[in-house]
T-cell receptor, first 116, second 108 residues
Framework: GAVVSQHPSWVICKSGTSVKIECRSLDFQATTMFWYRQFPKQSLMLMATSNEGSKATYEQGVEKDKFLINHASLTLSTLTVTSAHPEDSSFYIC????????????FGEGSWLTVV | QKEVEQNSGPLSVPEGAIASLNCTYSDRGSQSFFWYRQYSGKSPELIMFIYSNGDKEDGRFTAQLNKASQYVSLLIRDSQPSDSATYLCAVRRDKFYFGSGTKLNVKP
């Protein structure tokens, strides 16, 4: 159980374009999903907390207009990187907390974004 | 002061030995503690969690929690080369706080 699927695993986009990353909880409902970014050999950095049916809560320093998060259902959250730039190239990882069991979070496989 | 502190390593142990990974946290109000393993280029995967003081065993893994000392550890018995990864300690209060991870190398 506790499978979180993230898509795409790899994406290359041109500078100035937007790219959407999906995060799905496959075998549980998640009222809360988290989006992280990780640069090579660095720690996970929490970008935002996404709650189903409400606006995401962004961490300090994360631009909400650049990183659009939508949590439209109990099993799906999306992160859209708008007007991407090379410095946005990173490993983006989502995680989800089961609605009615456990106190932990489970991670998706991650998405490598390269902006050229 | 960081919420969660870990020695970045690398920690090198020979195959078959016990690997001991340590973590300290700053907020005494923390209630839940987690260990994740992250292979290079992959996302973290949950190894185990612990809520109460003492030891919790799961196969070759033992988590130890000492709330008075604000200290969490993970022991890996009979270490295998496949255990070579970065181990992330996480603490939960209002949200998850992750340490920067300890890189473990298990030498054949």
């Amino acid at each position: 159980g506790a499978v979180v699927s993230q898509h795409p695993s790899w994406v290359i986009c041109k500078s100035g374009t937007s790219v959407k990353i999906e995060c799905r909880s496959l075998d549980f409902q998640a009222t809360t999903m988290f989006w992280y970014r990780q640069f090579p050999k660095q720690s996970l950095m929490l970008m935002a907390t996404s709650n189903e049916g409400s606006k995401a809560t962004y961490e300090q320093g994360v631009e909400k207009d650049k990183f659009l998060i939508n949590h439209a259902s109990l099993t799906l959250s999306t992160l859209t990187v708008t007007s991407a730039h090379p410095e946005d190239s990173s490993f983006y990882i989502c995680s989800a907390q089961p609605f009615d069991w456990g106190n932990t979070i489970y991670f998706g496989e991650g998405s490598w974004l390269t902006v050229v | 002061q960081k919420e969660v502190e870990q020695n970045s390593g690398p920690l090198s142990v020979p195959e078959g030995a016990i690997a001991s990974l340590n973590c300290t946290y700053s907020d005494r109000g923390s209630q839940s503690f987690f260990w994740y393993r992250q292979y290079s280029g992959k996302s973290p995967e949950l190894i185990m969690f612990i809520y109460s003081n003492g030891d919790k065993e799961d196969g070759r893994f033992t988590a130890q929690l000492n709330k008075a000392s604000q200290y969490v550890s993970l022991l890996i018995r009979d270490s295998q080369p496949s255990d070579s990864a970065t181990y992330l300690c996480a603490v939960r209060r209002d949200k998850f706080y992750f340490g920067s991870g300890t890189k473990l190398n298990v030498k054949p």
